[in-house]
């Protein structure tokens, strides 16, 4: 059924007894043209992508776990475009693009919201940095714009804008049509789009072993049976150390980490952007129920655990309050971990790899849920046509080895600090 | 999480610095390419037992190797990194 004014009044009239199941609850064939390991947003997106840009409709995503329940349900829902090397900048933007159409694409309301990403600067040396940052996105064809002080006090009401505000703001850079979305929302659309198409998606379907001819890759061993086909994708996010061992993988220029992410309980409209601090390590939006959502630093150690230490919630919670010093007495809803695919460079791989029919998709560290949309269609380019689209060109596995590296932050091989 | 430190006893990780892979070493500076590239770029990344080094910054300022499970975060034991050449 495709939602529309019409599909509602039809409900409405009949005790909403007519919605179908968003997608088919879909049992494992013996053979495929691709499969998708991992039923993230990645995923997800890199089989709606390959069904419709590609024509590959008959694929399979296979999940270990339930739709949203990874890294697509565990971010702090951000999304934008502020980078500076060229390459990131050029792959984001076309990302942040593919978010602006995605809910008419889909017909699934991801609730997509241009409400502005704003990182404040606290010194001039920031600031100074903000503005070529700035620039070269504007030479880029994205939109940035560089805020005093006075500007970024009428934009952002609570925010601590005093001298004696623990690190006083100077200004700061804001991405305009940067902004949040309804993160399940993103798993669900992306689901029933790509189910619509052909596609099945196989829940509760873990991998245990990787089937080859040769070098090449024939398919997958699942807790579901054998599953074969001539080309494997691999978009797992934390797991990717895991999987790619069942692959023949031993060692991957990626290591997992676990970021936290906390809502609070819910507040009256109290913030209409999302705000960074540039102090610390700090980003924080409002949801449409009201409850303020944020997150900080990875932990820094190596973990699959899921859930984190109470340092970092502290560490967290206090960069939040040197912010907006009236957040002091809000209580903590929730919070939770996912484990980050922290790379060597701080920036993604999406490649082919040594082994013939075989894909990855991973090292997003904890920028992944803004690049869904680009990830998913750079990956179905790089799938179907067996060599990276000029967009992800850059994201290859052996820049690591060449020297190629594109290293954001300028942090060097340590991937707790990307 | 608290890590055992055989100086100080058991005590948060809040005083503690990740150092990261205990299992890499630094290879010597003439090794070929594909071993520092080995070295410096390519982790085993386990889910499960850990080596791995902790640097006790506010406290003893040891250097720690410490075991830790990656999966859920339990320490099975921390001991000190002895200088290069001694015997451990």
Redesign the interface.
Known sequence: MRYSLGSIIANAVSGQRLWPMAWRKAAPKPSYDAIIVGGGGHGLATAYYLAKEHGLTNIAVVEKGWLGGGNVGRNTTIIRSNYMLPDNTRFYEWSLKLWENLSRELNFNAMVSQRGVINLAHTPAQLDAYARRGNAMRLAGVDAELLDRDEVARRVPGLDVSDQARFPILGGICQPRGGTVRHDAVAWGYARAADRLGVDIIENCEVTGFVYDGERVAGVDTTRGRIEAPKVGVAVAG?T??VMRLAGF???????HVLQAFVSEGLKPFLDTVVTFGAGHLYISQSDKGGLVFGGDID??????QRG?L?IVEDVASSAVAMFPSLARIRLLRSWGGIMDMS?DGSPIIDRTPKPGLYLNAGWCYGGFKATPGSGWCFAHTIARDEPHPLNAAFSLDR??TGALLDERGAG??P?LH | MRIPCPFCGPRSVSEFTYEGDATVVRPPLDADPDTWFAAVYERTNPRGSHQEIWHHIQGCRSFLRVSRDTATHAIQGAAMIAPEGADE
């Open positions: 797991s150390s895991q031993e060692r991957l220029p990626i290591e997992s820094g150690y190596n973990s699959y655990a230490n340092p060597m690591f080895r091989a340590t707790r």
